[in-house]
């Protein structure tokens, strides 16, 4: 018995970590096609590769701009067999705009892992439509006479209208935005002639439909040119619009540390691996280093609100008056 128990002592400490030893549950809050779905997909593929015994199960639960995956992934047990791939701007932001009164969960009360990938917002066009820049588009938005309709997707997609809207002092009147169940149903709507003239989706969702001459883009967000798009940053009263499209790793509240850890450990591996890189750098997604960790993430996220929750405040007291 002594013998046996000197073994085991002697055992490294890997093989006494958590990992899944049945099917895990991922959840997404939004139609098929959204960044977050296909980011997830690349990532966990690489993960699977390297854990074979490892399985993700996605359940795509759309409905309230993620809020319905959200409050799922706040009841479930956190045993590390539900995860979620929320958004920074709509479950850490909107939601507590738009959404506030149908969650079950604070903010900071669900276990953040790390960030999983970004990608620019992309002000996309019906190819027919004579608009052609963001200057373009600025006068539209304050001059029209017409009603002119934008398509989005999730939170971060409004957001970024909200703030065009208010720089552009356009008219709240006759501009109007649809919201979608995702942002492939949002460019898809503006490929189509469904009436919507403008989209807003990330850059990573659009660019199948960019590619094949369905969509025009108009602009970007972030204030740099990205490599390999024939687009400018988007300006709107001389200021560049900082909201992107990004993708988190979440767990349910009180993880407990050594799951938070090996998700963190097997995610973060796959974002090195070359077969990630090459579809992140194909599909102009890109990842910040300082929001690997749960600690970097986490303060990512106060800055967001920091910077947006102001500004959503007084989206709502102008719908009020």
Do not use: C
Request: net charge positive.
């Amino acid at each position: 018995m002594l013998k046996k128990l000197l073994v085991l002592a002697l055992l490294p400490v890997a093989a006494w970590a958590w990992e899944p030893t049945r099917p895990v549950t991922v959840l997404i809050g939004f139609q098929p096609g959204s960044g977050n779905e296909v980011g997830f997909r690349v990532l966990a593929k690489q993960v699977q590769l390297a854990n074979p015994d490892v399985k993700f199960v996605i359940e795509l639960k759309p409905g309230a701009d993620s809020v319905l995956a959200t409050n799922q992934l706040a009841a479930a047990r956190p045993d590390g067999y539900t995860i979620s791939v929320p958004s920074y701007m709509g479950t850490f932001v909107t939601n507590d705009i738009w959404q506030k009164d149908i969650k079950t969960w604070q903010h900071n009360t669900i276990t953040n892992v790390m960030g999983m990938g970004k990608s620019p917002m992309a002000i996309v066009a019906n190819p027919r439509s004579r608009i052609n820049t963001p200057a373009e588009l600025n006068a539209l938005l304050r001059d029209t006479v017409q009603p002119v309709t934008f398509a989005v997707g999730a939170g971060a997609h409004r957001m970024t209208w909200e703030f065009i809207m208010d720089r552009a002092q356009g008219n709240r009147n006759l501009v109007k935005y649809a919201q979608h169940q995702g942002p492939l149903q949002a460019v898809t709507a503006v490929a189509s002639d469904s009436g919507m003239e403008f989209g807003i989706m990330p850059v990573a969702i659009a660019k199948p439909l960019l590619d094949a001459g369905r969509v025009k883009l108009i602009g970007i967000s972030g204030d740099k040119r990205v490599a390999g798009l024939d687009a400018e940053p988007y300006r709107v009263a001389g200021q560049s619009i900082n909201v992107f499209a990004a993708w988190a790793l979440s767990l349910p509240p009180n993880t407990p540390q050594e799951i938070q850890d090996w998700y963190q450990r097997q995610f973060a591996a796959a974002l090195k691996t070359p077969e990630v890189q090459a579809f992140y750098r194909d599909n102009y997604i890109f990842v910040e280093p300082s929001e690997l960790t749960p600690k970097g993430l986490s303060q990512h996220i106060e800055q967001l609100r920091a910077t947006w929750m102001p500004v959503g405040d007084r989206i709502i007291l102008a719908e009020k008056k």
